[in-house]
């Protein structure tokens, strides 16, 4: 995979729990990965072939996509290159504002349960928001359009009913073993002994119930967390024996798969070294 040369990342100056991201004519594909953060997006160039949460969507110029956390999804140009906006934004931020804008005492966030939007207003709503953190101009104009853009997606989200999905505690056991455990090489014997089922029954059940197989939402998980260390200023040789990579080629390798671009290229937008 080419690096992506056409993306961009910046840290909001106004909202320090958002993070931009922008592609100009890009042709990079991506393997289906998800966010520890919410994902918004529009496309301003081209049209994409966007799969989420099991649904496999046609989108174009001016869709506004929406990507909650543990998500898998990926979304790849069509024919030639596109162009689109991103905003990450945080998820306890993200609770913090969904219970003020539904007046609600929920302890967690709600999911926002449409993969993407084509209303015209929400589109509006978006645009206003990302101009509002790409211009560093106002910390109260960037709050009232974050606010605008949620309130919107809400609004018509309670016509229609939230999905739930019961989660099966033998697989959030094995899941939380992953995630607490992550440097360590995982065998799929132990997996499944620990959860009760046959090795193919875990496979089939862990990927329905989480989007990916095992190994690849462990993988997933690694690069989620590499973006943090990698922001925070580590080394990237550092990162890649924290997460328990075979080595630095190998985390490089699976970084680029996620993000298009090297671990160097991403972290180069967030931290500046010394020469």
């Given at each position: 995979?080419?690096?992506?040369?056409?993306?961009?990342?910046?840290?909001?100056?106004?909202?320090?729990?958002?993070?931009?991201?922008?592609?100009?004519?890009?042709?990079?594909?991506?393997?289906?990965?998800?966010?520890?953060?919410?994902?918004?997006?529009?496309?301003q160039?081209?049209?994409?072939?966007?799969?989420?949460?099991?649904?496999?969507?046609?989108?174009?110029?001016?869709?506004?996509?929406?990507i909650?956390?543990?998500?898998?999804h990926?979304?790849?140009?069509?024919?030639?290159?596109?162009?689109?906006s991103?905003?990450?934004?945080?998820?306890?931020?993200?609770?913090?504002?969904?219970?003020?804008?539904?007046?609600?005492?929920?302890?967690?966030?709600?999911?926002?349960?449409?993969?993407?939007?084509?209303?015209?207003?929400?589109?509006?709503?978006?645009?206003?928001?990302?101009?509002?953190?790409?211009?560093d101009?106002?910390?109260?104009?960037?709050?009232?359009?974050?606010?605008?853009?949620?309130?919107?997606?809400?609004?018509?989200?309670?016509?229609?009913?939230?999905r739930?999905?019961?989660s099966?505690?033998?697989?959030?056991?094995?899941?939380?073993?992953?995630l607490?455990?992550?440097?360590?090489t995982?065998?799929?014997?132990?997996?499944?002994q620990?959860?009760?089922?046959?090795?193919?029954?875990?496979?089939?059940?862990?990927?329905?119930?989480?989007?990916?197989?095992?190994h690849?939402?462990?993988?997933?998980?690694?690069?989620?967390?590499?973006?943090?260390?990698?922001?925070?200023?580590?080394?990237?040789?550092?990162?890649a024996?924290?997460?328990?990579f075979?080595?630095?080629?190998?985390?490089?390798?699976?970084?680029?798969?996620?993000?298009?671009?090297?671990?160097?290229f991403?972290?180069?937008?967030?931290?500046?070294?010394?020469?």
């Amino acid at each position: 995979m080419k690096k992506d040369k056409s993306a961009s990342f910046k840290q909001s100056t106004l909202l320090p729990w958002v993070e931009l991201r922008v592609a100009n004519q890009s042709a990079a594909c991506y393997e289906a990965h998800s966010h520890d953060e919410f994902s918004f997006g529009i496309i301003q160039q081209g049209s994409a072939n966007y799969k989420n949460r099991q649904s496999t969507h046609a989108i174009g110029k001016g869709d506004v996509v929406t990507i909650n956390p543990a998500d898998v999804h990926s979304c790849n140009p069509n024919i030639g290159t596109w162009s689109y906006s991103m905003l990450f934004v945080d998820t306890l931020k993200m609770g913090d504002v969904q219970r003020d804008v539904l007046q609600s005492d929920a302890y967690d966030y709600t999911p926002f349960i449409h993969d993407f939007e084509r209303n015209p207003d929400i589109q509006q709503r978006f645009r206003a928001l990302f101009e509002a953190l790409k211009s560093d101009a106002s910390v109260l104009h960037a709050q009232v359009c974050f606010y605008n853009f949620i309130e919107g997606i809400l609004g018509k989200q309670q016509q229609d009913s939230l999905r739930v999905m019961m989660s099966q505690p033998p697989l959030m056991r094995i899941r939380e073993r992953l995630l607490d455990d992550i440097e360590h090489t995982h065998q799929l014997d132990e997996l499944a002994q620990e959860a009760g089922m046959s090795r193919y029954q875990l496979l089939r059940a862990f990927k329905h119930q989480f989007g990916l197989p095992p190994h690849a939402y462990l993988m997933d998980e690694k690069i989620k967390r590499a973006k943090i260390m990698l922001k925070s200023g580590d080394d990237i040789s550092d990162v890649a024996l924290k997460l328990g990579f075979s080595d630095q080629a190998h985390f490089q390798r699976q970084f680029k798969k996620k993000l298009a671009v090297t671990p160097k290229f991403y972290q180069s937008h967030f931290v500046m070294k010394s020469p």
